[in-house]
């Protein structure tokens, strides 16, 4: 079991960067892919970054390439996703995910448990 618990969202205008973070209980954080989602109002959850266990492997949705990077320090049981170069279409609540599985995925189906989100919104 895992309760993951995500920080760092807020408003921030065009161009401006966030950080987000995402607090993993448990001992076994270094055991999970971590992935994260967002969800605009009226838009279906869907996938931004994922790492791999090691976090020596990475994939990112083609919008935020070059934009956003995805990391985790498993001493602190901890995911982040540092948004740069921030667009009003960033605009959504982001999600942190944890799936116990070897290789990345971008479907939320194949992640195990998620946090409560925290909403990001970009001014234009």
């Known amino acids: 079991q895992v309760q993951l618990a995500e920080s760092g969202g807020g408003l921030v205008q065009a161009g401006g960067s966030l950080r987000l973070s995402c607090a993993a209980s448990?001992?076994?954080?270094?055991?999970?892919?971590m992935g994260w989602f967002r969800q605009a109002p009226g838009k279906e959850r869907e996938f931004v970054a994922a790492?791999?266990?090691?976090?020596?492997?990475?994939d990112y949705t083609d919008s935020v390439k070059g934009r956003f990077t995805i990391s985790r320090d498993n001493a602190k049981n901890t995911a982040f996703l540092q948004m740069n170069s921030l667009k009003p279409e960033d605009t959504a609540v982001y999600y942190c995910?944890?799936?116990?599985?070897?290789?990345?995925?971008?479907?939320?189906?194949?992640?195990?448990?998620w946090g409560q989100g925290t909403q990001v919104s970009v001014s234009s």
């Open positions: 995910a944890a799936a116990s599985r070897l290789s990345l995925s971008a479907r939320p189906s194949a992640y195990d448990y």
């Open positions: 448990g001992r076994t954080f270094s055991s999970y892919v």
């Open positions: 790492i791999s266990r090691s976090g020596g492997s990475t």
